[in-house]
């Protein structure tokens, strides 16, 4: 009994059936067309079967269709390496960042608190300029994504004016104490504390905006940008408030530097009263056309004097060159209403 032939493997594709040539076409007898016979050649080729464009085009499809697939994972997979990335790296941010809003809230409470000793607000400000500088090296060290690393660097700056401000009202504390007439420290001492203001602006409009902008654009989900604010009231770095804070350091009684006294003040005297005097004069001289400014000696002298007269002709009242309490009061109503 004859064998069949094997079965047709269906995953073995013949696009191009041969088609019929002059080596397989069947002739009509042993030795071909007599030359010059009359029968016409009937050879003929046959393109590609039915079948093997079927299966063609059914493969066309399923590697289409791999691909397709293909591409979505890679776009699924590099989408989620993304927020991945944004997730890990705000994680390591938010430690250095929360620690230095602490140090800002620790300041607040000093300033606030107003420390009973030079020495004891020297200790106090050096102990948080150390961990400043320590959130800074800590946000130095972050590698962040590439997407992040301009906002990787505002977060540094930030943590840098931190660093410069509490340096500058550490040496500025310790200038004031060393040499108290050679300068208006309070106001020096409320620039320095601009730099803290300055970082709080930095964190929030160049490091936080644009990051929260970036993760959402990465689709990392749920995704927050610490926050870190240093100075949450700016009226603790004012000069007054400044003033206030070396009054209590130096030993002097507390008060606002446009409080009225009920000293008379006058020339020839020499006191922390009289440079408090001369503090105040000299911001309202600062609104004044043709006036100099003061140098804070604490001793009531001539210019002094001068500045006390052209104050009370400009309030309208006894022009004697006295800072008594009428006078102390003048003056504190022209820096309010200044």
């Known amino acids: 009994m004859a064998s069949e032939p094997p079965e047709e493997n269906p995953w073995l594709i013949d696009f191009f059936e041969e088609g019929e040539t002059h080596e397989n076409v069947p002739r009509d007898d042993a030795s071909g067309s007599a030359a010059g016979s009359d029968t016409p050649d009937t050879r003929a080729t046959r393109g590609p079967s039915a079948e093997g464009r079927r299966r063609a085009a059914w493969l066309a ?3 289409g269709a791999i691909l397709a697939v293909a591409v979505v994972i890679i776009v699924v997979v590099g989408s989620g390496s ?4 944004d997730t890990e790296y705000l994680a390591k941010v ?3 960042a929360q620690d230095s ?3 800002g809230v620790a300041l607040s409470a000093l300033l606030s608190a107003a420390p009973a000793s030079v020495g004891g607000l020297e200790s106090s400000l050096n102990a948080l300029l150390s961990r400043q500088q320590r959130d800074l090296s800590e946000t130095a060290a972050i590698s ?3 997407r992040l690393r301009t906002e990787q660097q505002q977060a540094v700056s930030a943590m840098q004016f931190r660093v410069g401000g509490l340096s500058g009202l550490l040496s500025g504390v310790r200038e004031a104490v060393a040499h108290p007439t050679e300068a208006d420290w309070a106001a020096e001492l409320s620039l320095q504390a601009d730099g803290l203001i300055a970082s709080d602006v930095i964190w929030s409009d160049f490091f936080v905006a644009p990051t929260s ?5 990465d689709g990392t ?4 940008v610490p926050s870190s604010t240093f100075v949450a009231n700016a009226d603790l770095t004012a000069p007054g408030a400044m003033l206030t804070v070396l009054q209590h350091a130096e030993g002097h009684p507390s008060a606002p530097a446009t409080t009225p006294s009920s000293s008379v003040l006058q020339l020839g005297d020499h006191s922390p009263a009289v440079r408090l005097w001369q503090v105040d004069l000299n911001k309202w001289i600062a609104h004044q056309s043709g006036l100099t400014k003061l140098t804070l000696t604490g001793t009531f002298d001539q210019p002094t004097q001068a500045a006390t007269e052209a104050l009370q ?5 006894t022009v004697d060159g006295i800072a008594g309490p009428v006078t102390q009061a003048a003056l504190a109503t022209a820096l309010a209403q200044a």
């Open 82 to 85: 993304e927020a991945g990335a």
């Open 313 to 317: 002709t400009a309030a309208h009242i």
């Open 213 to 217: 902008a970036q993760v959402v654009s």
């Open 94 to 96: 938010a430690l250095p």
């Open 221 to 224: 989900a749920g995704a927050t």
């Open 61 to 63: 499809l399923l590697v």
């Open 144 to 146: 962040p994504p590439p």
């Open 101 to 103: 809003q602490s140090v």
